[in-house]
Each structure stands twice: as C-alpha cells, then as structure tokens.
C-alpha cells in the first residue's frame, strides 16, 4: 500500500466494514511450494516483477480517470 500511495498520492481506505475477503482474518496463512518445486516447478521473485504490474494498473486507472 505505501508503493501505491507513493506512486498515486492517494491514501488506502481500510474499513472493517468492508467486503468480506477469502483471507480476512487469518493471522497469516502461506502455501508450502515443496512439491512443486520437486516436480520441476520454478517459483519467480515476486519483487522481480510485481512493482511494474502495479505501476500498469496505475497507468491504466490514471488514464481512464485522470
């Protein structure tokens, strides 16, 4: 969220009101990759790419409402 303020100058609204979520109110909750990576899966660097995928939905938001 601080990535997508920095970039926007807009301020997340958090409501617990709000829609309920799959993973709202899990203390944490993770995936054990083990067996897929045995079969020869390769998991990618989230860092290596999800900061470009925000800024394309950024651009895309920002262009149809300037």
Do not use: H, Q
Not at 18 to 43: D, H, V
Not at 50 to 66: C, F, G, H, Q, R
């Amino acid at each position: 969220m601080k990535y997508i303020t920095e970039r926007t100058g807009k301020e997340a609204v958090l409501s617990e009101d709000g829609e309920k979520a799959p993973y709202n109110c899990e203390p944490e909750y993770s995936i054990n990759t083990n067996r897929a990576e045995k079969l020869g899966f390769k998991f990618s660097n989230l860092k290596d790419w999800i900061y470009e995928l925000i800024d394309y939905y950024i651009e895309s938001v920002t262009a149809i409402n300037p």
